[in-house]
T-cell receptor
Framework: GAGVSQSPSNKVTEKGKDVELRCDPI?????LYWYRQSLGQGLEFLIY????????KSGLPSDRFSAERTGGSVSTLTIQRTQQEDSAVYLC???????????FGPGTRLTVL | AQKVTQAQTEISVVEKEDVTLDCVYE???????LFWYKQPPSGELVFLIR??????QNEISGRYSWNFQKSTSSFNFTITASQVVDSAVYFC????????????FGQGTELSVKP
């Protein structure tokens, strides 16, 4: 079946602009995660959605970052007023439920000029 | 606090050599899960294995094997008779049941297998 998909695959933006990154999880997966991979920080957790529960936002680095998940499926990660340090690959993963195996999408490479 | 340490940043071997990637973890939870993921040059993270904290049996899958030892908080990964296609960055990760499953990753080990 279809895996996790993310769009766009690449995004180049100017400092100060807002960006939206999209994730389509595997159908039927109730848990959805966002991670960020950068050279300096490795792979770090950002936010976690599980069903209708309140999301775990403990990994978001600043209030410029937000995410939502509509209808328990598609998720959008929004970064407002982008900074150069936001440049990274943003990875989305889904699992059938929390703590189960997470399957990753191909990522969105964000470059902030 | 939870933490995963992969002390080997880079490993280079010649094809057909065996290689072991080390992973040491820290957790206070009694129920947790350990993972290995492979990230080839294409960039996508590929799931390899998941173990729960109550199952210390070693596992073998083809040329891959995993050694889980709670006594030393280690979850090491061995590739037997390595091949060029094994060249990738390998990540060890930990999730705790109490934390809802978010993964804590090690820094990764870049494996280069030369012909």
């Amino acid at each position: 079946g279809a895996g996790v998909s993310q769009s766009p695959s690449n995004k180049v933006t100017e400092k100060g602009k807002d960006v939206e990154l999209r994730c389509d999880p595997i159908s039927g997966h109730t848990a959805l995660y966002w991670y960020r991979q950068s050279l300096g920080q490795g792979l770090e957790f950002l936010i976690y959605f599980q069903g209708n529960s309140a999301p775990d936002k403990s990994g978001l680095p600043s209030d410029r970052f937000s995410a939502e998940r509509t209808g328990g499926s598609v998720s959008t990660l929004t970064i407002q007023r982008t900074q150069q340090e936001d440049s990274a690959v943003y990875l989305c993963a889904s699992s059938s439920m929390g703590a189960d195996t997470q399957y990753f999408g191909p990522g969105t490479r964000l470059t902030v000029l | 606090a939870q933490k995963v340490t992969q002390a080997q940043t880079e490993i280079s071997v010649v094809e057909k050599e065996d290689v072991t990637l080390d992973c040491v973890y820290e957790t206070r939870d009694t129920t947790y899960y350990l993972f290995w993921y492979k990230q080839p040059p294409s960039g996508e993270l590929v799931f390899l294995i998941r173990r729960n904290s109550f199952d210390e049996q070693n596992e073998i899958s083809g040329r891959y094997s995993w050694n889980f030892q709670k006594s030393t908080s280690s979850f090491n990964f061995t590739i037997t008779a390595s091949q060029v296609v094994d060249s990738a960055v390998y990540f060890c990760a930990l999730s705790e049941r109490i934390q809802g499953g978010k993964l804590i990753f090690g820094q990764g080990t870049e494996l280069s297998v030369k012909p």
